[in-house]
């Protein structure tokens, strides 16, 4: 294995994720919004930690694209527009949507999960870009940043409601266990 | 004018969820953009009590249109619309046939303004279902204010240490990086053309 | 099997059915402080407090205080049984509690062994508003029918069923549902060359005789005694296992106009009484209160029942025992018990409804329990409802009940308060504004010096 044949390997992951992503339809922005607070909202009633949500997510539409987000769009510590976690961790994300037909297309994401104080780890973020990279080896397309921001993962292509799966039932479950 | 509390489509559907996805109330619908507003109910009804909702017109639906209607299936989410509006004698002929209409799932009755008077006073079987729960359709929430755009446009300004409009210029000449913040960022400008 | 089956809604018996779907009935909710979270504790509370919720499930969950109305089922009861073909109308406001109070008669009734006690909500099954003579009993058969063979297929299949009552069960069929025929109709030719001694020119058209059950296609005059003789084979049927028929009809309360009330009960009635069926029926507040129409129908019937709204009491204690008997105090303080007692104005669906919406509120206000604010917001929901489509006349006239307690019952627009419940009625001469709508009526400026 040379390094020229993982960058061809990691160019081919990375025309696998544009053809997944173009397969992907959600639905309108507004019914994503729709979907993604009524997630929400199922989990806080599972919660201890309030979160109030209809002040938290918003939606900003500009033509055919639509932003939603929750949160600063950079986090640089915790806010009260963050979804804060029993476990003391912290989510902020941005979705950014194009509507396609009669229901519309993912082409960013990004979703930061901030553990609670004192983690060895302090963050992980699922990023999808909107585009590959000159370099898919170090940048792939669709990445998780494990703690370290110069650092990117390859992370399958997920509907934007299945990254709320991993973290609430994996991350904050785990991080919550091991308080 | 008595007025009804103002709830947000979100907090209707919850209404409905947390009393077990059953029961019956009453939305006064907007205005203006009634259709567009309809559309919105059956779609946070759909999200949050995780079943289909339909909307019914009950003019000009029969007796028996209705009934098979309301129970095929019956556990879904129903929306009755009254359009318009609709006459006293078609409020006392639904009324009449109320235990005709009960099911196990959520009927939401979709009301133009004047109908709440005709159903108090003409269909006081159905409105004492519905009890106090008669609503003012209100705004969803949810949509970005300005204010809210502007500082998050700041926000990344800061972050990055550039202007929006060297932003804009970087992706004109192919410059800018594609990570999920600078998109959000074109979106906000109303650039996503640059995408 | 007849065409004339195939013509018919096969669902017709899953109509009378017992509607029964709430499948979660809480007996209790009460566990150790902390373990339910926020959200089920106040899912459970809901379920108890779910005014649409069908009697019958709330009756078979425990959550009714039968004793409510001084055990008057056990008095409808006891009468059906001991005098049969006796005539009985519960007469009560909207949401006072008929169905339950009926439902807990057909109990009674029930546990005797020798009755077979029958329920139907007319309303259900057929369009209440276009009834007309002989809708009741056409109901009352199918009902019974299905108590012999479940289902059309069972009148065809079963030998010795179809023997014993496949006829009259085909006459009740038809007269409930109609039937479709095909008649033949001939054709004049006056050709010279036709010889019509050979052959008849015409063509079968299908002709759909309407039932009492069907809409009126147009009305069609049938005669009730039509009917008679196949119900009676089944009411022979029945005695023949021991079983004397009692019919409970629900809904006609619906017909809030007395006159139409009455041209759908009056020949049925009639034909039950000699039958010797004993029948209890719902009836609106108009035939005990309407002038002259409502004092004759009345006088039609062996007992005319009044199911009075409740009085709230020193200490509310009756309408208190309603709502802790569906354990409100997981959320509900005591305070607040009596405000939501006090305005309901004793109507139980209002009640119910009341501590429902109160939970409901303090839900999506993120209240841990419900507090004074919710219970004031949504009896304040509960009197604008009321108040809508009031007039300045109308308001005026409850503000003046409101302080002389004078009210002429006798008036039709004092009939409709009472119909729509701005007005209820206590007793024959008790007759109050709801508190609920007293409490947002807009009063006059007073009158400066």
Redesign the interface.
Known sequence: MTLERARKLAEALDSRTDRELTELRLDPP??V???I??YL?RRS??MKT?N?L??L????R??????I?LG???DKGATPQHFHFDSGARLSF?L?L?EVGRGSQV????YHYTFPDGRPTQFLRF???????ADPLAEP?SHLHPGIDAMRLPFSVHNPIEILDRIFFVLERTTLGSR | MPEFSTQ?L??I??RLEIRGETGWLAVLAPVTDSTTNLD?LQ??L???L?KPARVIELEPSTFEELREALHQPDDDAVILSSGTGLTQEKWRSLDIMRSALERKGPVILWLATGDVANLTEHAPYIRSFIGASIFLAGPD?????EA??QE?LN??SQ?FGFTGDEAVRKAQAREL?????L???L??L?R??L? | MPAVFRYCALNCFATFEKRTYTTHMPSSVTAPEGQL???EKFRAYMQAFNPTAPAVDLIQAGLVIEDLHQSLYRNLAGRADLEPGSQQLLVGGVGSGKTTELLLAMRSLESQGHILPLHIDVSKATDLSGLNTGSLVASLGLKIAAYFGNGVGAYSQDTELKAELGEPFEKLWIYAYGKIERVWVPSDDDSPDFDDSDYEEGHFRIRKIPGKLRPPLPSLDREIQDIREPLEQFLAAAKRRGKEVAVIFDGLDRLLDPTKFWSVAHQDLRLLRQLKVSALATAPLSVLFAAEVGQSIAGEFDRVQHLAVITAGPDNACLRSVLEKRHCSELLNREEVDTICHYSGGVLRDLISLARDAGEEAYVS?HDTITAADVEKVIRQLGNGYLRGLGPPVINALLELDQSKSFNVRLPHNIELLLTRRVLEYSSTDFRVHPALLSVIPRPEPKRA
Not at chain 1, 127 to 133: A, I, M, S, T
Not at chain 2, 141 to 145: A, E, Q, V
Not at chain 2, 177 to 181: R, S, V, W
Request: overall charge negative.
């Open positions: 507004h019914k919004l729709s979907q607070r009524a909202l009633e599972e309030r109030n209809i002040q997510l918003s939606i900003h500009a033509g055919e694209f639509a932003q987000d600063p769009s950079i941005g950014t194009r082409v960013s994401f990004r990023d999808l870009n909107d585009g590959p990279h397309r | 947000p979100f907090d559907a919850r919105r779609t946070e759909q999200s949050i995780q929430g949810g949509i970005m204010t809210e755009r998050r926000e990344l972050h990086p594609h990570e999920p913040e998109v959000e960022w979106v906000l109303g996503g053309d995408l | 979270s926020r959200r993120e």
